[in-house]
């Protein structure tokens, strides 16, 4: 079975502009964000974390999330720290002329400006994201993909971390059968028990499209399905059905329980895996190939980085194409792949 796993970089080649990478969608963060105080402070304490190396949105997040998890037991009123704190009840306890209710107010606002900072960026992932990419950007990257699956005999399942449409455009523009898991009502829904069933990986043609990070169009109704939207903002994060930039860890929510699972399954049984314009800087999917992935396995890593952090990938069969994501990448790819596995029958 074969594995694709699409990273940042297989939507920038489509569209630079439209799907930045990670570290294009940091340099491009507007004035009004990157111009507060506490941006700038958090980018003091990211650089000097990384001495002076190249700080990202997803370093920056975290840094705000660890702040805002500090700040909480001071900050957040009925907690026992802010019950000592908001009444002077620290100057009582340690019996210093101090007023800690002050204190406790400064940190209050600290922990909103966090959260506010939070909230600008994350909206952030629906201006760039959000937009359908053109049939003429698809033929020269998807496109291709899926009319090789087509011909492909064995089965191939796709991951992503992307929050866009691009690869369900298309399957859709192309009336190809991978699956999205997406219902053809008149609300259409996401089909989560589709990710909770047993994988077959001898089963002939495509598998599942399979977003671990969540998608900009998925949106949770109040009934608790997963309905598809248009990929806007709708003005409440918690209904959104995406986990944000940032250094993740392990999901313990549905859908992305499911979603991890089901990319460990898959991984156990992949004969081959091609990792397109994929980092491997998420610490968490790195585990899962190095548990997962058969030590025999054949890897390719499409990336035009001359030198990437193949953490996971330890001494499996391995060609780093030095390139971005293009027709002539993706073809050299195949044919490494395909040389790989004739290597194999043959031995």
Known sequence: MLTIFAGSGASSAVNETTYPTTKRFFEQLPKNVTKQRLFQLLLEFSQGQRQGGLVDVEQLLWYIGELLDGLAPLSTDGHIAAWFAGQNRLHNLVRRKFDSRATFELLKEAAKMGADLRDAINRRVYDHYGSQ????ELAKT?????????SHTGRVEIFTTNYDVVIEEAIR?????????????????LREELWREELDPTAAGPGLLTKLHGSVDWIRSSDGKILTSTGSF????????????????????????????????ALRVTSHALFIGFAFRDPYIN???????????????????????????????????KAGFSNESFHEAIRALELERSSRDAA
Do not use: M
């Open 133 to 136: 990419p053109r049939a003429e």
């Open 142 to 150: 998807w496109t291709l993909v899926f009319d090789w699956i087509g």
């Open 173 to 189: 523009s192309g009336a190809y059968s991978q699956v999205t898991g997406r219902t053809s009502e008149t609300l259409p829904r």
């Open 234 to 265: 709708v003005g409440d994060h918690e209904r959104h059905v995406i986990l944000y930039p940032g250094f993740k860890g392990r999901p313990d929510r549905a859908p992305f329980d499911a979603f991890h699972s089901w990319f460990a399954k």
């Open 287 to 321: 585990d899962l190939v190095r548990e997962s992935l058969p030590e025999q396995a054949g890897v390719v890593v499409i990336d035009p980085a001359e030198h990437i952090e193949l953490a996971g990938l330890g001494t499996r069969p391995l060609k780093h194409i």
